[in-house]
């Protein structure tokens, strides 16, 4: 007998409430008496609040509360991620002192959102403004943002082999680039929201969240009062992306007004908000040295991260920084390796989580420089990467930086994509084309508990999934990871189902409420949900029939090892009539009847997995463009990947995944970036790519089971925004090879292209013109 639903493209159960009206949204949630507030915003990037004059609020009728720094005095919440020598470990929740556009200062709460929001216009704000500092560059020799700390570097430190530079200086040949990273923008289909409310000495938190523990475990610390009182439910959550994954300023102040008020608070973010009060991510600038010997081998590569934090460091500090260190090796070999980070803050919106965390960064800096490396020795891409690649038979491998890749054939993925890779467009229509190709090796599965404990991060990696067979032979699977859209549900539901013999539609999953779902101090992030909590599911199953075979082999006088679970029943190996049905047996074990000498009634078994190791999912991608030297418009015309995520229980599901980041990456590579102003005004036009930029994305999936995983399971969740920004800045520089070694900065808008082909061109009167 083969699995019947791992592997299989089984329809995502989900889809069948998201996609009639009956998803459990934070917005469908409606309590009788709810108010609704509204967060007033500072106006300016930096300076003080000197005062808030409230009269000509409290003036308008239905306005129940205003919170002022005032009222919240003492209200911080804390960096779950703490890099060496980080200076800023917490941030308050209403602060006078302003440090970016879009700061929380104050919040209105009425009895409509009508009149919260006509209030919040009359809030008189004293206000002091100073000059802005925008860049990190800038920043680190501007006036100290935070004057106690006396600088504006917060973590400075460094990784790898300590002689990487004296390597890179002897080296026979070496590229050096400098890479800029444009700041980009979460964008869930559901934005952030909240309805808190409080009674009977307990406050009930629905919030659209990753990570419904992680928020109990902050509210509860912030406001006071001990984990038991506070209750957080997060039941659809429309879209993450590492935005969602604890709690901000503005969600702790609906909560506060909850507990003040006595009455539900609702609050929504509003669509013209997100750009300045939702976290951004990505910025950052990579002084980059890749050196080579004759023969085309990699001998060092040096990286300098300097990375802007904002305002201040938010809930994962400068820890996305650290894993753009650790995975810039990415899969090859280097005899000396090192890193220096550098996390800076601005007067712009703290930076936080977005999917790929820190890894596409790196890998468009080594990408980059290996394309460039290839160009000026004259040889050929493709083959410069396998020359360096890690082959099968050298893994497990540990890098410089730490990283233990688990399994993988790196170089078959990349011939894959090469081969998949056909002409597309046409040729006469006076376009310059090219096709640029990238490689990475992918974190997944975080992570081991006592790792993150020497990394500096206040949580643990494990995962605990309770599971039940009711009865009737039903079963109900608990697990603390929660659904994001990423399927998670389906994919338990599989796992449960194959491991204990059932059919999936008798296989119920239940996620998203601290009160009734095992404890997850991370939640749904970092392309784990699957890897640990599926290898926590798949231990328990293993419990639960190890039970179900004993109580059978006692009523039947068999031996376990005899027998199978298949149709329903419990029977012996060959003999369909000497068998059991399993709703008869769970009966009799959740009454006691009949149970074998030293076997506890019932039917649950509880585990918690806290895996070995990280597990490494890894991939190639080749992108073909099509670039206007008139406009310097790029089009994608096609796009190829393939991927291996370990055991693929879904492939559908794993499908959709990666053709879903690949859109994403698109759009750091092409459209998308959060500009600001000299005074730190963000810049409003933020274009997500549409479907005349995201074009047929044909994808190839493989499979080396993770030796770290019970299951074999690897993440996806991420892995398709990591190769695009890289695989299509090299398709433009192939494109364009009078300006390749100029292609370093994402977006690759039509105004920066543009002005890449007109510093390389020769002046008219050289042209003849």
């Avoid at 779950?80 to 104050?106: C, F, H, K, M, W």
């Avoid at 959709?656 to 500009?675: D, R």
Wanted: net charge negative.
């Amino acid at each position: 007998m083969g699995d019947p639903y791992v592997g299989a493209r089984t329809p995502r159960r989900e889809d069948t409430r998201l996609l009639t009206g009956k998803s459990r949204y934070v917005g469908n949630v409606r309590l009788p008496g709810t108010l609704h507030a509204h967060v007033v915003r500072s106006p300016i990037a930096h300076g003080r609040l000197l005062g808030c004059d409230t009269k000509a609020v409290w003036a308008v009728e239905g306005v129940v509360d205003v919170i002022t720094p005032a009222e919240a005095a003492g209200l911080r919440l804390p960096c779950v991620n703490v890099l060496p020598g980080q200076r800023i470990t917490s941030y308050r929740v209403l602060d006078e002192a302003i440090r970016y556009a879009g700061q929380p200062l104050a919040l209105i709460v009425a009895r409509t959102p009508e009149a919260a929001r006509d209030a919040a216009d009359l809030l008189d704000l004293d206000l002091d403004e100073l000059p802005a500092t925008v860049g990190a560059e800038r920043a680190m020799d501007a006036r100290p943002l935070y004057p106690e700390l006396g600088t504006n570097v917060i973590t400075d430190f460094g990784m790898g082999d300590e002689d990487c530079l004296a390597a890179v200086e002897g080296a026979e040949h070496v590229v050096e680039m400098v890479f800029r990273m444009g700041r980009v923008s979460p964008y869930p289909l559901e934005p952030r929201g909240v309805v808190a409310s409080y009674a009977d000495d307990e406050l009930t938190v629905h919030i659209s969240s990753q990570a419904p523990h992680h928020v109990r475990e902050h509210l509860a610390d912030s406001f006071g009062l001990s984990h038991d009182r506070v209750r957080v439910i997060s039941r659809d959550t429309g879209g993450g992306f590492g935005a969602k994954e604890h709690v901000y300023p503005d969600e702790t102040l609906v909560c506060l007004a909850a507990m003040r008020t006595g009455r539900p608070v609702s609050w929504t973010e509003a669509p013209g908000d997100r750009l300045s009060a939702t976290l951004s991510a990505r910025q950052a600038v990579h002084r980059a040295r890749l050196a080579l010997d004759g023969d085309g081998r990699f001998v060092a590569m040096y990286v300098d991260v300097v990375g802007d934090l904002g305002a201040h460091p938010g809930n994962t500090g400068g820890s996305t920084f650290a894993v753009t260190a650790t995975l810039l090796p990415g899969p090859y070999r280097f005899d000396r390796f090192a890193v220096r980070v550098r996390g800076v803050v601005t007067t712009t919106t703290p930076f936080g989580s977005y999917r790929g965390f820190g890894q596409p960064e790196a890998t468009l800096t080594r990408e980059r420089l290996i394309d460039e490396a290839a160009r000026r020795l004259g040889v050929d891409r493709i083959e410069l990467r396998l020359r360096n690649m890690l082959r099968p038979e050298e893994l497990p491998f540990t890098t410089a930086v730490g990283q233990t890749y688990d399994s993988g054939d790196y170089p078959r993925a990349l011939r894959t994509v090469r081969d998949l890779v056909r002409p597309v467009g046409r040729a006469d229509d006076g376009r310059r084309r090219g096709v640029g190709y990238s490689c990475h090796v992918e974190t997944t599965g975080l992570g081991p508990s006592m790792d993150l404990k020497a990394m500096g991060a206040e949580a643990g990696g494990y995962e605990t999934v309770v599971l039940r067979m009711e009865q009737d032979g039903s079963v109900v699977v608990s697990a603390g990871v929660v659904s994001i859209g990423q399927g998670i549900e389906t994919a338990l539901a599989q796992l449960a189902a194959d491991r204990i013999g059932v059919p999936i539609e008798r296989v119920r999953v239940v996620l998203g409420d601290t009160a009734t779902t095992p404890y997850s101090s991370i939640g749904s992030i970092a392309s784990r949900s699957l890897t640990i909590g599926g290898g926590a599911l798949t231990r328990a199953a293993g419990k639960l029939r190890d039970k179900l075979l004993a109580i059978a082999a006692h009523r039947l006088e068999a031996a376990p090892g005899d027998l199978e679970l298949a149709d329903g029943a419990v029977r012996v190996k060959g003999d369909p009539h000497a068998s059991v049905p399993l709703r008869e047996l769970a009966t009799s074990a959740w009454r006691g009847w009949d149970l074998p000498e030293g076997v506890t009634p019932g039917l649950e078994e509880r585990d918690s997995y806290d895996p070995a190791g990280y597990t490494f999912a890894y991939g190639a991608h080749a992108a073909a463009v099509a670039v206007d030297p008139e406009t310097g418009a790029v089009e994608l015309e096609g796009y190829w990947l393939v991927n291996d995520s370990g055991v693929l229980v879904n492939p559908a599901v794993v499908e959709g995944q990666l053709m879903g980041g690949v859109a994403q990456g698109i759009g750091q590579a092409l459209t998308e970036e959060i500009v600001y102003t000299d005074d730190g005004q963000p810049i409003t036009d933020y274009l997500p790519p549409t479907t005349r930029e995201v074009p047929d994305i044909e994808v190839v999936m493989l499979e080396t089971p993770s030796p770290v995983t019970p299951g074999g399971m690897k993440g996806v969740g991420e892995s398709g925004t990591i190769g695009p920004p890289a695989a299509i800045a090299n398709a433009v520089a192939a494109a364009l090879p009078e300006i390749a070694d100029r292609i370093t900065d994402v977006p690759l808008t039509p105004a920066a292209v543009w002005s890449l082909l007109q510093v390389s061109r020769p002046a008219a009167w050289e042209r003849g013109g």
